[in-house]
C-alpha cells in the first residue's frame, strides 16, 4: 500500500502556524514512509474562500519547502461528483430527501436544547412518503445515520474513541440549494485522493464520527485516522495573536529561518528521546504518528528565538545574506535597503556577517545589527550614542582620527594598535576612546567589535565618520 496524506486548508485567511505544523506533520509522515502528500483547497465556502488566502497558503508551504505531490486540487471544483454520490446514497437507501422548513427546522433545534439533546434533528422526514412534500419547499438530503450501536474510531493519537449513534443526527449531505456540505465532500475526496490516512487537528475529532458514518454508508474503507491536540499559547489557553496565532507570512516577516520554524514546528507537540535540532533528513527518518502527545502544545516565542538564533550562527553568511535578499521584499524598509545593496555593500555586509550573526537571533537582528554599513552621513545617532559624544569625547576623536590617517596597511590589528598607543599617550582607559569610536562609526553603543568595524567600513569612510562627529578644530595632539 502507497501512504497518501493530505493537507486541506480553507482559505477563508492567512496559512496559520497550527495549519502549518499539520502539513509538517502530514509530509513527513508520507516522505517517511515513501508515500505522497496532496494539497486540497478546501474552497466550498464561497463567501469566505479568497484568492489572496489561496496565494498565502501556496506561498507560506514554498518558504516552508513544504513540497506537495500532484496538482492543487480544488473542492468546489468537484461539486458534481459529490452530488453524484449523494445521488448514489439514495438509490442505496442509505440517504433521503428531507422537506422540513427553515422554521421547523429551527424549531426543532430549540427543542432539543431544551430539553438537553445534543440530537437537534428528530428525523421527521427519515422514512416519510415523499409525495406528502410540501410543493414549496426545496429538499435537503440527509444521511440516514444508524440509531443504534456506536461509531468509533480507533485513532492513532487520541486512542479508542466511541460515539453512541444515538447521539448523532441525520447529518446534511446536499443543502437545499444543491450545494454539498463540508462533511460529504471531504469524504468522497479523501476516498477519491486514494488518502489512506487523515492528519488533522483534533478540533475535527467529532467530524469524523460523521465522516466514518459515510465511509460505511457507501461501503468504502475508512482512512487511518489521526487528530493532533491543537496549540494553546505559554499559559495554557486558546493560542491568541499575543501568544503566536499569526500566519507564515508574518513569521518570514519577523526574521526567522524557514528551516529553524519548521524545526520549531516538528517539536510542538512531537518528541524524539532529547534531540531538540533536526536536519530535514533526521525529521523524516525519525517521525511517527504514536509520538504525539495527547496533550495541547505549548507555544513559545523565546524557545523560537533560542533554535532561530542557533540555525543563524550554523548557516553560512551567503545564505544568510541570501535569506535577507528574499525578506526585503516583506519589510517596510525593504525596498529602501534593497536599493543601498551595492556590491560593495555587500562584501562589507558579508566581511562582518561572523560577528553579526554571533549575537542575532532573528534575520531582523541581523539587518539591524548591519545598518551602520549602508546608513546615510552624518549618521543618526541613538540616544545612547548621542550621550557618549561629549564636547571632551568629539575633541579627542578629532585627535584620534589624525593617528588613524597614518595607519597603512588599514587592518583591524592595525588600528588596534593604533587606538591602543593613542589611549596610552592621553593617559586613558582603553574604553574612553573606543566607546565615542563606536558611536561615531555606527550611530549606537553596541556593535560588533570596532576593530572589525573599522575595518569592514574601510579607512576612507571610517575616517571620514569620525571627521564627521569630530570637533575639526581641534588642537593636533
Known amino acids: 500500500m502507497t501512504v497518501v496524506t493530505r493537507f486541506a486548508p480553507s482559505p477563508t ?115 416519510r412518503d415523499p409525495a406528502e412534500a410540501p410543493p414549496d419547499v426545496k429538499p435537503a438530503i440527509r444521511l440516514k445515520a444508524p440509531l443504534s450501536g456506536e461509531t468509533v474510531i480507533e485513532d492513532q493519537v487520541q486512542g479508542r474513541v466511541v460515539w453512541q449513534n444515538e447521539n448523532l443526527d ?45 465511509y460505511d454508508a457507501l461501503g468504502w474503507p475508512v482512512p487511518v485516522m489521526a487528530h493532533i491536540p491543537l496549540i494553546h499559547g505559554p499559559d495554557g489557553s486558546k493560542l491568541s495573536k499575543r501568544h503566536g496565532a499569526l500566519g507564515v507570512d508574518a513569521y518570514r516577516a519577523m526574521g526567522y529561518l524557514p528551516a529553524a520554524l519548521r524545526n520549531y514546528l516538528l517539536r510542538l507537540g512531537w518528541s524524539h528521546g ?38 543563524i550562527r550554523n548557516s553560512g553568511d551567503v545564505a544568510l545574506l541570501d535569506s535577507i535578499d528574499r525578506l526585503l521584499p516583506h519589510l517596510a524598509d525593504g525596498g529602501e535597503i534593497a536599493r543601498k545593496m551595492t556590491p560593495q555593500i555587500r562584501e562589507q555586509w558579508l566581511a562582518a556577517m561572523p560577528s553579526l550573526k554571533e549575537r542575532a537571533k532573528t534575520l531582523i537582528d541581523l539587518i539591524d545589527g548591519a545598518r551602520f554599513l549602508f546608513a546615510d552621513r552624518p549618521l543618526k545617532l541613538d540616544d545612547k550614542a548621542s550621550a557618549l559624544l561629549t564636547p571632551e569625547a568629539r575633541e579627542l576623536l578629532g585627535q584620534l582620527g589624525a593617528d588613524l590617517a597614518r595607519v597603512e596597511p588599514w587592518t583591524a590589528e592595525a588600528t588596534e594598535h593604533a587606538v591602543r598607543l593613542f589611549a596610552e599617550r592621553k593617559s586613558a582607559k582603553l574604553g574612553t576612546v573606543a566607546q565615542p569610536l563606536r558611536a561615531a562609526l555606527t550611530g549606537r553603543a553596541t556593535s560588533p567589535g570596532i576593530f572589525e568595524v573599522l575595518s569592514v567600513l574601510g579607512k576612507t569612510e571610517s575616517l571620514a565618520r569620525v571627521a564627521d562627529q569630530a570637533k575639526l578644530d581641534a588642537a593636533s595632539p
Request: with cysteine.
Open 13 to 127: 485567511g492567512f496559512l496559520h502556524i497550527g495549519g502549518a505544523r499539520t502539513a509538517l506533520f502530514n509530509w513527513l509522515y508520507a516522505r517517511c514512509r515513501g508515500g505522497k502528500m496532496l494539497l486540497r483547497i478546501e474552497d466550498t465556502d464561497r463567501e469566505r474562500s479568497t484568492q489572496a488566502a489561496i496565494d498565502a497558503i501556496l506561498d507560506g508551504l514554498s518558504w516552508l519547502d513544504i513540497k506537495w505531490d500532484g496538482e492543487t486540487i480544488y473542492q468546489f471544483a468537484r461539486s458534481a461528483r459529490h452530488r453524484e454520490v449523494a445521488e448514489q446514497l439514495l438509490a442505496m437507501g442509505h440517504a433521503y430527501r428531507c422537506y422540513a422548513s427553515p422554521e421547523e427546522l429551527a424549531q426543532m433545534r430549540e427543542a432539543a436544547r431544551a430539553a438537553g439533546r445534543s440530537k437537534l434533528y428528530d428525523g421527521r422526514w427519515r422514512d
Open 170 to 214: 441525520d447529518l446534511v449531505l446536499i443543502r437545499s440549494d444543491r450545494t454539498p456540505t463540508y462533511m460529504l465532500a471531504v469524504v468522497v475526496d479523501d476516498h477519491d485522493m486514494a488518502v489512506t490516512h487523515v492528519i488533522r487537528g483534533d478540533d475535527h475529532l467529532t467530524n469524523a464520527a460523521r465522516q466514518k458514518q459515510i
Open 274 to 311: 532529547d534531540q531538540e535540532i533536526f536536519s530535514t533528513e533526521e525529521m523524516i527518518a525519525a517521525f511517527d504518528l504514536p509520538q504525539i502527545g495527547r496533550s495541547p502544545a505549548r507555544f513559545d516565542f523565546a524557545k523560537l528565538e533560542s533554535l532561530n538564533g542557533h540555525y
